[in-house]
């Protein structure tokens, strides 16, 4: 059987529910979205429900713990290909392992989970620190951004205790995907259209150019080393970094 | 004068303290106000220099009276000056805070009148940050020395982080290079903060709630090599300073030869990796039980430049290696070059399950090219051999030693 489901992590939890429900010998795959039709394998689609997910989640936290878990949820953030048969796999032995599952970070399928789950961690973290807001005409403070893993549902608690007294949000723009604060609750929504109406406040410009200035004089010119900058903070970021703005 | 410029020349002057962590506070936001500290503390961009910038550092003024021989800011020297009032510094802040550009502020100043004035004008911005601007961020302080007891208690209650800068690492230094200023006006400072800092601890200790003063502690930096010290005087220092006064931090600065004084060394280059290598000692001075001792005793007062302190040390204590990795106490295992806390930490969990083999040993983290002339796994050794010493340093040091040999005077 394989299971086609509709790309959340919740809705890889219900996939999981329904192997567990079915036998999960008789699993074959676990796929997100339609696919070519399958030649020999029965296909199911697989409804995406809070409760279960939420059940399948609480469950495999009492087993294996929060740093387990944690690896879990951070690993499927990765968007690695292939990652629904491997982190299949992981919850398997998770559910028969339970808290020894630790021992086995060292082998293949586990340590492959860990690495994803790392490198979703590392971009979150980096991106705590590069997030440039802008502040615009109707006073929102608006960030994008384009990781590489999907970091946005690991960004938002750390700017809602920061930023709690005004109004934000991040967009992903790759993922076209935005969260926003508006002092009270916080909302995740789909985003498919490029807004063009986004209008900065009458001192954006100049604050940008200050940051700017002051970017370029707290560098020592007699210590410049680019690799060493380009190791901390890689290309991929300086787009949306009005620091790296070629500009005079 | 533009206030963009005035950024641009008191940027320029603040750019050689070394020290830009956010770390060590955990200050909340507080209801209707702007932001928070983060305990590990945020980076939030990387200037040309490869340096990480966290807070917006800056000196409210580069006019000095005073006249440090190796200082740009000395009052000889002939340099555009300039002056943030206490409205801008704050406004910058909070703007720059807002846009996340920043984890908070640094702020520094030549000595304005007196180190007494300079500081109740430091008070006044720390006071509207707090205050008037509910502001929650990370504020770091320089306590000049010379300050009166009073004013930097009144100070530190605003501060997260409170620094005195040492500079140079001995008495001879300081009176060739920086004749204003004494060792006693540098060290009372240290030990008033010290001395509240620990108040604060009893205070806690009895279950009382105490009063709040510099959350994150006080740190200070050194200079290296604008002046004679041999590394092992530096370390000593450092360490002495860690028992004596109980800093969270010694940062080190590379001299830069940017001004020309009848005292100072003439080089080319900033003693980059002189600078690299004592981070690495300090370093494991603070996380790795070593003393100062032990990486530079009598008999080799310089940092080999090419190996790393701790392989160094390594080296030269050959008979107690190797170590059976199954069996090592957690203390030796941190000895192991190669093998830091976190591949420590992990080595020691793991092998509660098990003995751990070769391979499985490669997924904690260590690096096995270093550690493995240094250990047995299940009692066979995988080390030895002529590649020893190539192994043990790093191919970013080769690199470093090549390009410096080409330009470097003095190291
Ligand atoms: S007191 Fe500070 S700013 Fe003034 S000259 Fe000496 S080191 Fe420079």
Not at chain 1, 208 to 226: E, K, L, S, V
Not at chain 2, 6 to 17: N, S, V
Not at chain 2, 161 to 179: C, I
Request: aromatic fraction near 10%; glycine fraction near 6%.
């Amino acid at each position: 059987m394989i299971y086609r489901y509709d790309g959340t992590f919740p809705g890889f939890l219900c996939a999981v529910y329904e192997a567990y429900h079915d036998g999960t010998s008789g699993v074959e795959g676990i796929c997100a979205g339609p696919g070519p039709a399958a030649l020999f394998s029965r296909e199911t689609a697989v409804q995406t429900r809070e409760d279960r997910a939420g059940r399948v989640a609480a469950a495999f936290y009492r087993d294996c713990g929060r740093a387990a878990s944690q690896w879990l949820y951070r690993a499927f953030l990765a968007e690695e290909p292939d990652r629904e048969n491997f982190l299949f796999t992981y919850m398997r032995q998770g559910f028969r392992l339970k808290r020894a599952l630790y021992a086995h970070r060292t082998e293949r399928w586990a340590w492959t989970v860990f690495q994803w789950a790392q490198k979703t961690g590392a971009e979150a973290g980096k991106l705590l620190g590069l997030i440039r807001f802008s502040e615009l005409e109707e006073g929102l403070l608006y960030a994008e951004i384009s990781p590489t893993h999907d970091v946005l549902p690991l960004l938002t608690s750390h700017f809602r205790r920061r930023l709690a007294a005004e109004p934000w949000a991040i967009h992903d723009v790759r993922r076209k995907r935005a969260a926003f604060w508006d002092t009270k609750t916080m909302l995740f929504a789909d985003v498919p259209e490029q807004a063009d109406t986004i209008r900065w406040s009458g001192k954006e410009q100049a604050m940008r150019r200050m940051w700017r200035t002051y970017y370029r004089r707290i560098a020592i010119a007699d210590r410049q080393n680019p690799a060493l900058r380009r190791s901390f903070m890689p290309e991929k970021y300086w787009h949306h970094l009005p620091e790296m703005d070629r500009r005079p | 004068m533009e206030l963009e410029e005035k950024l641009a020349i008191l940027a320029d002057a603040a750019k050689y303290d070394v020290s830009c962590s956010s770390s060590g506070s955990r200050r909340r936001n507080t209801p209707g106000g702007t932001g928070n500290a983060s305990w590990a503390g945020i980076c939030h961009s990387w200037a040309a220099d490869g340096r990480c910038i966290s807070l917006l550092k800056i000196l409210m003024t580069n006019a000095c009276i005073y006249d440090c021989e190796y200082c740009v800011n000395r009052r000889s020297h002939d340099t555009p000056r300039a002056m943030l009032s206490v409205e801008e510094i704050v406004r910058v802040t909070m703007a720059f805070y807002r846009r996340n550009y920043i984890e908070g502020l640094f702020l520094s100043s030549g000595i304005i009148r007196s180190p007494d004035y300079t500081t109740e004008l430091f008070l006044q911005v720390a006071r509207t940050l707090r205050e008037r601007e509910r502001f929650n961020g990370y504020i770091h302080m320089k306590a000049i020395p010379g300050t009166d007891a009073r004013l930097l208690e009144q100070l530190g209650r605003y501060a997260d982080r409170m620094s005195v800068n040492m500079e140079l690492p001995s008495e001879r230094s300081l009176r060739l290079l920086a004749p204003q200023k004494s060792r006693q006006a540098i060290l009372s400072p240290m030990k008033f903060i010290h001395d509240r800092l620990t108040e604060a601890e009893e205070e806690k200790r009895a279950r009382r709630k105490p009063a709040p003063f510099v959350p994150a502690g006080q740190t200070t930096q050194l200079i290296v090599g604008a002046s004679g010290e041999s590394d092992r005087q530096i370390l000593r220092l450092t360490e002495g300073l860690y028992r004596a006064v109980g800093l969270k931090r010694v940062y080190y600065s590379a001299y830069v030869p940017v001004i020309r004084g009848a005292h100072l060394p003439v080089i080319a280059r900033p003693p980059l990796l002189r600078e690299n290598r004592l981070y690495q000692a300090d370093w494991l001075i603070r996380k790795y039980q070593f003393t100062a001792e032990e990486l530079l005793p009598e008999t080799a007062p310089d940092f080999d430049l090419e190996l790393d302190p701790k392989a160094c040390w390594a080296l030269r204590h050959r008979e107690l290696f190797p170590v059976e990795v199954n069996r090592a106490p957690y203390e030796m295992l941190l000895r192991v070059p190669g093998i830091g806390v976190q591949s420590a930490i992990r080595i020691v969990k793991l092998r509660r399950y098990g003995w751990l083999s070769a391979d499985s040993l490669r997924r904690v983290g260590l690096v096995w090219k270093r550690a493995r002339h240094f250990l047995t796994v299940k009692g066979r050794y995988y080390g030895g051999g002529p590649s020893l010493r190539n192994d043990l340093v790093s191919v970013k040091t080769q690199r470093a030693m090549r390009e410096m040999s080409l330009f470097e005077g003095q190291v």
